[in-house]
């Protein structure tokens, strides 16, 4: 059974980073990240594949957030830098079986529960 547990998120000032962590057990795939702001849709933040070595990026957090993975840990990271109060949301992690990098949300079958990012101005 795929698990999936985010953690890392936090109240932070404009400016500000943070590292949001997933630990995955169960399966290894596509992982990705997205984030959902109260009132809002689901959004497509970025991905990575399953060797670490493609991302894609959303272009609002494109050269602020950086996606990476270590597989020898199971655990896959969101650096996010140069936050911004826009940027508050819960952060969600999601797992794809497939190899293709999506920002599609119907494309990830695991999720997890969510870490709360709050960037106060």
């Known amino acids: 059974q795929v698990q999936l547990v985010e953690s890392g998120g936090g109240l932070v000032q404009a400016g500000g980073s943070l590292r949001l962590s997933c630990a995955a057990s169960g399966f290894t795939g596509v992982m990705g990240w997205f984030r959902q702001a109260p009132g809002k849709e689901r959004e497509f933040v970025g991905a990575l594949s399953r060797s670490g070595g493609l991302t894609y990026y959303a272009d609002s957090v494109k050269g602020r957030f950086t996606i990476s993975r270590d597989n020898t840990k199971n655990t896959v990271y969101l650096q996010t830098n140069s936050l911004k109060p826009e940027d508050t949301a819960v952060y969600y992690c999601?797992?794809?079986?497939?190899?293709?990098?999506?920002?599609?949300?119907?494309?990830?079958?695991?999720w997890g529960q969510g870490t709360q990012v709050t960037v106060s101005s």
């Open positions: 999601a797992l794809s079986t497939s190899y293709s990098l999506s920002r599609v949300r119907s494309n990830y079958q695991y």
